[in-house]
T-cell receptor, first 112, second 112 residues
């Protein structure tokens, strides 16, 4: 089954404790992206990757890092989480000009 | 600028038609999308329309695009309780970054 998976689905942590949210897709897509969803703001892009070892900032990259060492994986790293990073995070992947993005199930992060 | 606007809430009775509206500001959009988000789930792509089309029909879904007014709508015929969800419109404007710009979502409530 074609899918995008994320782990963990739920995470509660404290300010300053480094964390990683993993994302994996099995569709051999070149493009992957991270979004955060906040009430009343829709989804905003954090970082994206056009292919292995190619990443770039989206609209709200501050406080986040990513890496793309393999085509299927695109982890999101928060080196020193802060409460304003409490949000619902989605990973997505796509291929082709139509840019039909497939989304993971989401990771709800709470930073205390 | 990049701005996508939607009304926040729509309530309909089962069996009626639902029309969810969206306005966007960037005339360079290439594709426009409708996504559905059920509680606790990720975003599911429902349908999309290319910017040179006026209408697209897919089973119970009809998408209308008015490029002059920058207005997009999604009509769901014979609305069912399973259609209750949040619906997001999104536009793809940056072919390089492949970011989708989302509206804040319309919550559709279907009453039996």
């Amino acid at each position: 089954e074609a899918q995008v998976t994320q782990n963990p689905r739920y995470l509660i942590t404290v300010t300053g404790k480094k964390l990683t949210v993993t994302c994996s897709q099995n569709m051999n897509h070149e493009y992957m992206s991270w979004y955060r969803q906040d009430p009343g703001l829709g989804l905003r892009q954090i970082y994206y990757s056009m292919n292995v070892e190619v990443t770039d900032k989206g609209d709200v990259p501050e406080g986040y890092k990513v890496s793309r060492k393999e085509k299927r994986n695109f982890p999101l790293i928060l080196e020193s989480p802060s409460p304003n990073q409490t949000s619902l995070y989605f990973c997505a992947s796509s291929q082709g000009l139509k840019n039909e993005q497939f989304f993971g199930p989401g990771t709800r992060l709470t930073v205390l | 600028g990049e701005d996508v606007e939607q009304s926040l809430f729509l309530s309909v009775r089962e069996g009626d038609s639902s029309v969810i509206n969206c306005t966007y500001t960037d005339s360079s959009s290439t594709y426009l999308y409708w996504y559905k988000q059920e509680p606790g789930a990720g975003l599911q792509l429902l349908t999309y329309i290319f910017s040179n089309m006026d209408m697209k029909q897919d089973q119970r879904l009809t998408v209308l695009l008015n490029k002059k007014d920058k207005h997009l709508s999604l009509r769901i015929a014979d609305t069912q309780t399973g259609d209750s969800a949040i619906y997001f419109c999104a536009e793809s404007i940056d072919a390089g970054r492949r970011a989708l710009t989302f509206g804040s979502g319309t919550r559709l409530q279907v009453q039996p």
